[in-house]
């Protein structure tokens, strides 16, 4: 299972319609619903993988060491956690192959860890996460906040939130598809 992190799993700061994330420890706060729905998909035999864009370290906006204390939390809230995979670059000039909507960091994951593909899955908030996981030949789970952005996600199943996209998960693994 891979998830995108902010808005996913954490909160994020939402200016004009549009999502930020959280840029110190102090304002790094799980939603609600995600460390029972981490322990479902765990007990559901899946590994779990964090992989977030943090583009702000690359712009130098934002400490490394700032996103690997968040990261460092995130690991005691969720110990279900298996990897986090992180991309750091700003985006500008040379795409990284690892950014999202590239799928560098599923699939460097996939590797490491023996990950079928075929059998995956990745959640997100965002278009770039959809994208990134049809890039990489897994099912995806749209969490839609209704942000204005620039494009529309086309995942497999779209949901309100986290432990609804766990639900739509858990449902088709036992043969039962929710509605997408």
Not at 25 to 40: I, M, N, S
Not at 45 to 66: D, H, I, K, M
Not at 118 to 139: K, L, Y
Not at 144 to 170: I, N, Q
Request: glycine residues 8%; charged residues 30%.
């Amino acid at each position: 299972m891979f998830l995108d992190r902010d808005g996913t799993l954490n909160a994020q700061v939402v200016r004009d319609g549009k999502p930020y994330s959280a840029e110190r420890l102090e304002d790094f706060r799980l939603l609600d619903g995600v460390p029972d729905g981490c322990r479902a998909l765990k007990a559901a035999g899946f590994l779990l993988v964090v992989a977030t864009n943090q583009p702000e370290v690359g712009r130098g906006t934002l400490e490394r060491t700032e996103v690997e204390r968040m990261h460092a939390r995130l690991l005691e809230l969720v110990p279900e956690i298996d990897r986090i995979e992180v991309c750091y670059d700003p985006g500008r000039g040379e795409e990284s192959l690892r950014r999202k909507p590239a799928p560098g960091m599923l699939l460097d994951a996939a590797k490491a860890l023996g990950i079928d593909m075929a059998r995956s899955w990745m959640i997100g908030d965002r278009w770039r996460d959809v994208d990134c996981g049809r890039n990489a030949g897994v099912r995806t789970v749209f969490i839609d906040y209704g942000y204005s952005d620039e494009r529309e996600a086309k995942a497999d199943y779209s949901v309100r939130d986290f432990p609804e996209a766990v639900s739509a998960v858990l449902r088709v693994i036992s043969g039962t598809p929710p509605a997408s």
